[in-house]
């Protein structure tokens, strides 16, 4: 399961980028996120201000509470999502 910061644009409340939380600060996320301790890797979890901002210094991005709403979210990829790159066969 990979987790990601996902950004809804308030005006719109549609998703306007995601942001892959790597599996090295995953638990310090989750424990900012406030995740129950019996969590199934299913759901969402909404940010308030201090916890985007706790989140956003250890991922490295610049946060706007005031335009957009962030969430952690679970996300699986699809096995196969039609895109995988061709083996280089150039001499």
Avoid at 3 to 30: C, D, F, H, Q, W
Avoid at 49 to 68: C, K, S, V, Y
Avoid at 70 to 88: F, I, K, M, S, W
């Amino acid at each position: 399961m990979i987790y990601r910061v996902v950004t809804y644009e308030k005006a719109t409340e549609r998703m306007k980028g995601n942001l892959r939380i790597p599996p090295s600060v995953l638990a310090e996320v989750k424990r900012i996120a406030r995740f129950e301790p019996d969590h199934d890797g299913l759901g969402e979890y909404p940010l308030d201000e201090e916890q985007t901002r706790a989140i956003a210094r250890i991922l490295g991005f610049h946060p706007d509470p005031g335009h957009f709403y962030y969430y952690v979210e679970p996300y699986e990829p699809p096995e196969d999502d039609g895109l995988r790159q061709a083996a280089d066969t150039a001499p």
